[in-house]
Structure formats: C-alpha cells, structure tokens
C-alpha cells in the first residue's frame, strides 16, 4: 500500500549534474525521514545523504560539499541535487522513506526500486 518512487537518474560528463526525486505516496501517515543511499556494482550499498521531517540533515563525506538534499513535505518528496559528479558517484542510487501507515502503529523502511546514475565521457 506503499510506493517509493525515484527518478532523474542518467548518464552525464564528469563535472555534470543531475537531480533525482523521490516520492512516496499510499496509505501513509507520517513519515519520520527520507534518504539517499547508493551501490555500485561489487562493492555494499551506503548511505549518502538523509533528510529528517523536521529538516536535519545528514550527508555523507564522500560527497558533501557535492550533493544537496532537499524536502518537499507536502508532497512527501525528497530531492537530491548533485554536482560536480565524478565517475566514482556511478551506481544504482536507492530511495528510503522511514514511515508510519494506516496499518501499522510503528515506523518501517520502505525502498525504491533504484535508479542508474552512470558518470562518463
């Protein structure tokens, strides 16, 4: 009854930029946080970059100063703005929603499906 959503994903030149959104829609009644994580091929899925309901963020080292993460809490939506890219930012980039629904009185994680950011000349 819950779907995340992302997009934005793509192939860009090193330097570039690109912006992917993530949306979560469905019998949701609160949502405590959104994120970002990342998994290249072979290597473990990390955490980038997250955003709480209240606005705190968190960003990972690799790519602070690089990555932006914003909030639309309207829309249940988060975005990540990143710049500067490098071919090491090259993996499937997964969307996290921590969230409360109808159904249930605690907070559980919710996954998209991924998207591919593929950084290249």
């Known amino acids: 009854q819950v779907q995340v959503v992302e997009s934005g994903g793509g192939l860009v030149q090193p330097g570039g930029s690109l912006r992917l959104s993530c949306a979560a829609s469905?019998?949701?009644?609160?949502?405590?946080?959104m994120g970002w994580y990342r998994q290249a091929p072979g290597k473990d899925r990390e955490s980038i970059a997250s955003?709480?309901?209240?606005?705190?963020?968190n960003i990972a080292d690799s790519v602070k100063g690089r990555f932006t993460i914003s909030s639309d809490n309207a829309q249940n939506t988060v975005y990540l703005q990143m710049n500067s890219l490098k071919p090491e930012d090259t993996a499937v980039y997964y969307c996290n929603a921590v969230l409360r629904t109808y159904y249930s009185t605690l907070y559980d994680n919710y996954w998209g499906q991924g998207t591919q950011v593929t950084v290249s000349s």
């Open positions: 955003i709480t309901d209240d606005g705190t963020t």
């Open positions: 469905g019998s949701i009644t609160s949502i405590n946080a």
